[in-house]
């Protein structure tokens, strides 16, 4: 079970190390690319869905599967609307809310696996199951490559022009 949070760290450290290759960097300082890299959390709602089905069968504890599960689900249906309002040209803020929810959404994920699936934490039933395939795939290479997104959309985001706010009429007195 150590080589856990090995395989989640060195996968996100070579995610992020990809985007200095230059055609990697080209293509992602493309335009409209920012609404582009918040649609793969879509996915997010089977990786949901998974942990709340594994839950019901009685093969994880709802302290990890409950919260990990529903912020999966929530950032996951979140993901198409926030891109749709990037596509149009608004929604810097709410990717960056989005971004934010997301990010503490994988921590908590991440922090609750650890706590239940190394056993620091007595629950049952035991989250072992965490650590063995198939869901081991989540924690070691969904969540590095969905955090490697987050990170990757706030940098396209501090680098995007910002749009300059909409002119309104001056103030007239009243007589």
Do not use: K, Y
Request: hydrophobic share 60%.
């Amino acid at each position: 079970m150590p080589w856990l949070p090995v395989a989640v760290a060195g996968f996100l450290g070579l995610l992020l190390a990809l985007r200095r290759i230059p055609v990697v960097a080209r293509a992602l300082a493309a335009p409209g690319m920012v609404n582009r890299l918040e649609l793969p959390h879509s996915f997010r709602v089977v990786e949901g869905s998974a942990f709340l089905l594994t839950m019901a069968l009685g093969h994880l504890p709802a302290l990890f599967a409950l919260p990990a599960g529903l912020g999966d689900i929530a950032a996951g249906l979140a993901a198409p609307l926030v891109a749709r309002r990037l596509a149009q040209g608004r929604g810097r803020r709410a990717a960056l809310w989005f971004t934010a929810f997301g990010m503490t959404d994988l921590v908590n994920a991440l922090t609750l696996g650890t706590l239940t699936g190394f056993q620091l934490l007595n629950v049952t039933p035991s989250g072992a199951p965490i650590s063995g395939l198939p869901l081991a795939l989540i924690p070691t290479a969904a969540v590095p490559l969905l955090f490697a997104l987050h990170i990757t959309s706030v940098s396209a985001l501090a680098r995007a022009p910002r749009a300059p706010l909409p002119a309104t009429a001056p103030l007239t007195a009243a007589i």
